[in-house]
């Protein structure tokens, strides 16, 4: 799997990719939460009550970073996060939200 950092709007991000199938899968982390490709089981991100977004048909980095959110966990909405937004803004929302939490 291949680990990198990438930087959003002066924010660095943890990402994972690996080549899967037709596909790679992707996951860019931020600090209170990821934003996956659609080989990531949103139902399970539920369940374990991660704070996770999610988009699809993306083949590299540069575009899952211009895409928009397809869906969400219960706990992304409840920060904010909605379809249709830009994939920086929601790891800047999850960025943001673990800022503010107490420590």
């Known amino acids: 799997m291949e680990q990198s950092v990438v930087e959003c709007d002066g924010r660095k991000y943890n990402a994972l990719r690996q080549t899967l199938g037709n596909l790679p899968l992707i996951v860019v982390k931020a600090k209170k939460g990821y934003v996956a490709c659609s080989y990531i089981d949103k139902e399970t ?14 083949k590299c980095m540069d575009d899952f970073l211009k895409a928009k959110i397809r869906t969400t966990t219960t706990w992304a909405e ?9 994939v920086k803004k929601a ?5 943001i939200a673990a800022a503010s939490e107490p420590d």
């Open 78 to 86: 409840d920060l904010g996060i909605r379809e249709g937004m830009s």
């Open 91 to 95: 790891l800047e929302i999850m960025d």
């Open 45 to 58: 991100a539920e369940k374990v009550g991660d704070v996770a977004a999610f988009v699809s048909g993306v």
